[in-house]
């Protein structure tokens, strides 16, 4: 049975919500109604609680989008408002409902939307889960997954990692794995030269790039100890650390001072806004993300759409995204590892041959091709 012309409803966070989340469901909605369904987006009034949030605000200070349609109306701690929202959207009719999950916090919230919801409709729910198991574990995250889940009729994961860890929570084999497509709502990319004229850096330096807000599982730390090797510090490297910081920025600072880093360190540690974004990855020669763990990441999908060489760990789904040796590097999860590569991107010149192997192998994460994906995991739930 096709899937076409539908209405849909995306349930997750939205402009004036900031971060990769928001920017991939508006990226999504767009997708969608260009492929001629009708949707939208029900995002939260209130997301959530401060000590789940250790930034400095939720909001983006941008401009409203006018090209999709957004609703700010789920209040994650209201039961009451659950009912509500659940209500307004039975009474809409959508042929289907996308809930983004990535956070055991939100699932007695948007678990009981979805039971609500199905509870004598035939509106197919699905989930597109970023994290079943999240980075960063509290006490009760699997039963308020298993709740979550249990409410689903379908599944996407963005990596196979994740999409192995479902089978935790759920025998339901309506699952499938779409990688992450490209963000492309940065704009265009601007020349190298440009780009660090606009961050006002030196343009005879090479820098690379950290992105991304700054949590101990994104391995910072271990990116500034292998800025610290002698043969990177030969090179004459400067590293960018362009994101905010969600947890203490001292231990970091001492690392950079410990080593005498001052210099080679440039911290741009606030929230990047979107029409910025562009500048940071343009100016770089190498986006490097040294995670400890991870699911699958936006920044390695910007990193494509501004076509970027890329230094991941060998976590997650980072490796299915970043091939080893050919638009990047795949690294051990340790200082040494990560300045070797480094080192050999600079000594052996990478950065064109990477480059020539990121334009083909962007070509694989289109939007159009996870719309494609998700209408036909929805096809097979009415079959």
Same mark, same amino acid.
């Given at each position: ?48 609680? *401060? ?16 090209? !999709? ?26 042929? %289907?409902? !996308?809930?983004? =999950? ?5 699932? $007695?919230?948007?678990?009981?939307? +979805? ?6 409709? *035939? ?9 079943? !198991? ?31 860890? %479902? ?6 084999? #309506? #699952? ?5 497509? &490209? ?40 990116? %500034? ?6 043969? !990177? ?8 650390? +362009? ?22 360190? &440039? ?23 040294? =995670? ?21 760990? *060998? ?19 340790? $200082? ?9 991107? =600079? ?37």
């Amino acid at each position: 049975m096709s899937f076409s012309n539908k209405k849909i409803i995306i349930v997750g966070p939205a402009f004036p919500l900031r971060g990769g989340i928001a920017n991939f469901n508006e990226a999504l909605c767009r997708a969608l109604n260009t492929a001629g369904h009708t949707t939208k987006i029900i995002s939260f009034s209130y997301q959530y609680p *401060n000590f789940l949030f250790p930034g400095k605000t939720q909001y983006d200070a941008g401009v409203a989008h006018d090209d !999709i349609v957004i609703e700010t109306k789920i209040n994650s701690i209201n039961p009451m408002n659950w009912a509500k929202v659940a209500k307004q959207i039975k009474a809409e009719k959508p042929d %289907l409902v !996308i809930f983004r =999950y990535w956070l055991p916090f939100m699932a $007695p919230c948007l678990g009981t939307i +979805a039971k609500r919801i199905k509870k004598g409709s *035939n509106i197919k729910v699905i989930a597109i889960t970023d994290n079943v !198991i999240p980075h960063e574990t509290r006490v009760g995250d699997n039963l308020q997954t298993k709740y979550f889940v249990k409410q689903m009729d379908g599944f996407i994961a963005m990596s196979k990692s994740v999409l192995n860890d %479902l089978s935790e929570f759920t025998a339901n084999d #309506k #699952k499938v794995f779409l990688p992450h497509p &490209i963000y492309d709502n940065f704009g265009k990319a601007v020349s190298k030269e440009k780009a660090l004229e606009h961050l006002k850096l030196d343009p005879a330096k090479s820098y690379i790039l950290f992105f991304g807000f700054i949590r101990k599982y994104k391995g910072l730390d271990l990116l %500034l100890e292998a800025m610290s090797d002698h043969r !990177i510090k030969g090179i004459g490297l400067k590293l960018i650390v +362009a994101g905010e910081y969600y947890e203490d920025a001292a231990p970091y600072n001492e690392i950079i001072k410990k080593h005498g880093m001052e210099n080679s360190i &440039i911290l741009r540690t606030e929230y990047i806004p979107a029409e910025e974004v562009k500048y940071y990855f343009c100016g770089c020669d190498m986006v490097v993300q040294p =995670y400890r763990h991870a699911t699958q990441s936006g920044v390695t999908q910007i990193a494509y759409h501004f076509e970027k060489p890329m230094l991941v760990t *060998n976590v997650g789904g980072l490796p299915e995204i970043v091939p080893h040796n050919k638009v990047g590097y795949v690294s051990a999860i340790n $200082p040494t590892s990560i300045a070797n590569f480094i080192f050999e991107f =600079y000594v052996h010149h990478k950065e064109e041959l990477f480059i020539a192997h990121i334009m083909k192998e962007k070509e694989r994460f289109s939007w159009s091709a996870f719309v494609k994906g998700v209408e036909e995991l929805v096809s097979s739930l009415v079959h």
